[in-house]
Nanobody, 115 residues
Framework: QVRLVESGGGLVQAGGSLRLSCAAS????????MAWYRQAPGKQREVVAG???????NYADSVKGRFTISRDNAKRTVYLQMNSLKPEDTAVYYC?????????WGQGTQVTVSS
């Protein structure tokens, strides 16, 4: 079955950096587009960044130039490098995959940015 496990969240001061990881299993990872999402308290989940199986990337305007998504197909892992963090980046971060017409997410990892 599809399983996604995020890690790497924590508490960081504004301007700091974090690197999130998402370990995937249960599907053919190398061919699937992956994405990072986040959900702040009282807000809807939003997509932050995506990466195709071939490595093409796209980003939400709010994180362009600060966040970088990447993947290691041998490790079946997708990463989100977050630099120049802002308090408004505070949220639970999830990785996700669309597999056979259904969206899957992990349990999420909390990122808190203090001002």
């Amino acid at each position: 079955q599809v399983r996604l496990v995020e890690s790497g969240g924590g508490l960081v001061q504004a301007g700091g950096s974090l690197r999130l990881s998402c370990a995937a299993s249960g599907f053919v990872f190398v061919s699937k587009a992956m994405a990072w999402y986040r959900q702040a308290p009282g807000k809807q989940r939003e997509v932050v960044a995506g990466i195709t199986g071939g490595g093409s990337t796209n980003y939400a305007d709010s994180v362009k130039g600060r966040f970088t998504i990447s993947r290691d197909n041998a490790k079946r892992t997708v990463y989100l490098q977050m630099n120049s963090l802002k308090p408004e980046d505070t949220a639970v971060y999830y990785c996700g995959v669309d597999y056979i017409g259904r969206n899957y997410w992990g349990q999420g990892t909390q990122v808190t940015v203090s001002s």
